[in-house]
């Protein structure tokens, strides 16, 4: 394990069938004013919004609602819901959705009582609030962010082309409390499902490929990436198959929590270049992960080669023997192409909507981070854009 380092989760969880039934033991610690937030609308066409508002009933909330949260939250819809949670002098937002809907709820959170414009504030400069904080509790939907327990937000920019997270280090702007029912997963579609379930393999690879260091969080994670081969191989075949969903929620929420991340450096390129992808197309966002991963792990083998020779043994259980490090690389690399074609991901820049010439300025609105295994050039940047452009 590397330097010195804090660990801390405020956030309470409730897993299981009967989970929401907790909500009743939460909403007593607010006060009246609940700001209810969801997305398009699928949580009363399958009688989720019915039972949560027969909670909030009961317990005499004053209830609020910013419907229409989109996959990729606009700082537009931000501006719109900070305007509704402070006319509504809200005391909790809760969250009702997927991923985007607690990234949404928590940016909120941070600007209701911030005097700066919060796109300048906190996706340009980073800043941390020096406001007070609304508490946000979720309702979760819909697996792969790990939202339900993190201090992440990410916003989109249409009008500058840029799709930013910011993960707030202050703890407080975790949610408070957030209820994990698997049920609530088995309607989404097939495209939503997969797209989850890299979302959260590939969080666990963003913390893992960096690093030379014998580190018990690399440990923990290789646990965790086979855990979702297992589980997703049984989902795909069977959407419906209860402890395979119940698995792939329980580890996207330790894939993100900020756990398998302590202790070493990480890197988190994967998701610059797809956050600058779906800045531009508004592409699904485990999707734009899939897209761009190949491309970017085959460049940067070499610098780490040692990380991917384990990943491919205590992974996907590539034999060693008689092999270079490089080979035995490169064999695990091929398992995680097979299992993402197997589940059918998009793999390809194209089939996102991206063209030759969107390019360049998705090179340029790509963040380039410096924890991982090489830090990555303009230039480069268009190349492994370019290659998965063409197809992994």
Not at 55 to 79: H, R, S
Not at 103 to 132: G, T
Not at 343 to 360: P, Q, W
Request: proline content about 4%; aromatic content about 10%; glycine content about 10%.
């Amino acid at each position: 394990m590397l330097g010195n380092f804090s660990y801390c989760n405020p956030t309470k969880l409730y897993f299981g069938e009967d989970s929401l039934n907790y909500l009743n033991t939460e909403l007593p610690r607010y006060g009246k004013n609940v700001v209810l937030i969801y997305g398009g609308g699928s949580i009363k066409k399958n009688g989720i919004y019915d039972d949560v508002m027969s909670i909030l009933k009961e317990n005499e909330k004053n209830v609020a609602e910013i419907q229409g949260v989109m996959p990729n939250p606009t700082v537009d819809k931000l501006y719109e819901g900070v305007k509704i949670a402070r006319d509504h002098k809200a005391d909790l937002l809760l969250a009702v959705g997927g991923g985007s809907v607690c990234d949404y709820a928590k940016a909120v959170s941070v600007s209701v009582n911030c005097e700066e414009d919060p796109w300048e504030k906190y996706y340009l400069r980073f800043e941390e609030p020096e406001c007070e904080t609304l508490p946000v509790g979720c309702v979760l939907t819909m697996v792969g962010t790990g939202s339900e327990m993190n201090a992440g937000a990410v916003i989109t920019n249409h009008g500058t082309k840029q799709k930013i997270g910011h993960v707030f280090a202050d703890e407080k702007i975790m949610p408070r409390f957030s209820i994990l029912n698997p049920r609530y997963t088995l309607t989404l579609p097939h495209y939503q499902m997969v797209a989850g379930i890299y979302d959260i393999f590939n969080h666990i690879c963003e913390q893992y490929f960096s690093g030379k260091d014998d580190n018990t969080s690399d440990y923990i994670s290789e646990g965790l990436m086979r855990s979702v081969l297992h589980a997703s191989r049984i989902a795909n075949k069977d959407p419906q198959d209860y402890e395979a969903r119940s698995n792939l929620m329980w580890t996207a929420t330790w894939a993100l929590n900020t756990l398998i991340s302590r202790g070493k450096t990480t890197d988190w390129m994967v998701h610059m270049l797809g956050q600058s992808v779906g800045a531009y197309t508004d592409a699904t966002h485990g999707m734009t992960l899939a897209a761009v991963s190949l491309p970017y792990y085959r460049y940067i083998l070499p610098y780490g080669v040692e990380k991917f020779k384990q990943f491919a043994v205590n992974v996907w259980d590539v034999d060693p023997a008689g092999k270079s490090e490089e080979e035995v690389a490169r064999e695990g690399l091929k398992g995680m192409e097979n299992w993402m074609k197997e589940l059918g991901l998009v793999m390809n820049l194209k089939d996102l909507g991206v063209t030759e010439e969107m390019i360049e300025g998705i090179a340029k609105g790509t963040l380039i981070m410096e924890g991982g295994y090489k830090v990555l050039k303009l230039e480069e940047i268009v190349e492994i854009l370019k290659e998965s452009l063409q197809g992994n």
